[in-house]
């Protein structure tokens, strides 16, 4: 998104962060990335350096698609990514411990988190409201969630996975989560392709 401005001038002794975010006609360059709703006006979706590409072209926000499936009860936490060589996206979730407890129909008193997050069941009713959420919500096939990983740990400050106003910090997350990342997309599928279809 940019904006032309009169009264900004630039970054005190900065030139080059000047530069980089106001160009020569007084265009702010701020970096969001927007769109037009039908009344007319401009709801910002993403920052234009988090958005990824996949494999048939196609352009991910995925603090938008976040966003949405942060609607899911059984989520307390959710990383969508996705690599350039696939067509779909996958996450990380970091399931509602007490939800899950309270809802999860295997669960055992003694079960730790860390083993609740193991369980295959669980991971397919997470990955099925998902895409219930998806498909009411009007995603488009390659925004719906094709695979996840459970993961225990909540993002926090102290991991490095949540900036101060409690944003994923994305390349951070990108960087710890890559090889899980890359093994959604090689593990079988055919249980998440019948999910989708449905």
Not at 25 to 35: A, K, P, Q, R, Y
Not at 102 to 129: G, W, Y
Request: hydrophobic share 40%.
């Amino acid at each position: 998104m940019i904006i032309f401005t009169s009264f900004l001038f630039g970054y005190y002794n900065d030139e080059e962060k000047t530069r980089e975010t106001i160009d020569q006609e007084s265009w702010l360059h701020i970096g969001d990335v927007g769109e037009w709703t039908s009344n007319g006006a401009l709801r910002i979706i993403d920052r234009a350096k988090y958005i990824f590409k996949l494999s048939q072209g196609a352009y991910v926000a995925p603090e938008r698609l976040e966003d949405i499936h942060m609607r899911s009860r059984w989520v307390a936490q959710i990383f969508v990514d996705g690599i350039s060589t696939e067509a779909t996206i996958v996450a990380i979730v970091i399931p509602d411990e007490q939800y899950v407890r309270k809802n999860f129909k295997s669960t055992q008193a003694t079960m730790t988190f860390v083993e609740l997050c193991r369980e295959e069941k669980l991971k397919q009713i997470i990955l099925s409201d998902l895409i219930r959420l998806a498909k009411e919500n009007k995603r488009k096939y390659f925004e719906t969630i094709s695979n996840i990983s459970l993961y225990s740990e909540p993002f926090s400050l102290k991991n490095s996975l949540l900036t101060m106003p409690l944003k994923t910090r994305r390349m951070n997350a990108r960087k710890q989560f890559q090889t899980i990342i890359q093994s959604l997309y090689t593990i079988d599928r055919t249980t998440t392709n019948n999910l989708l279809s449905k």
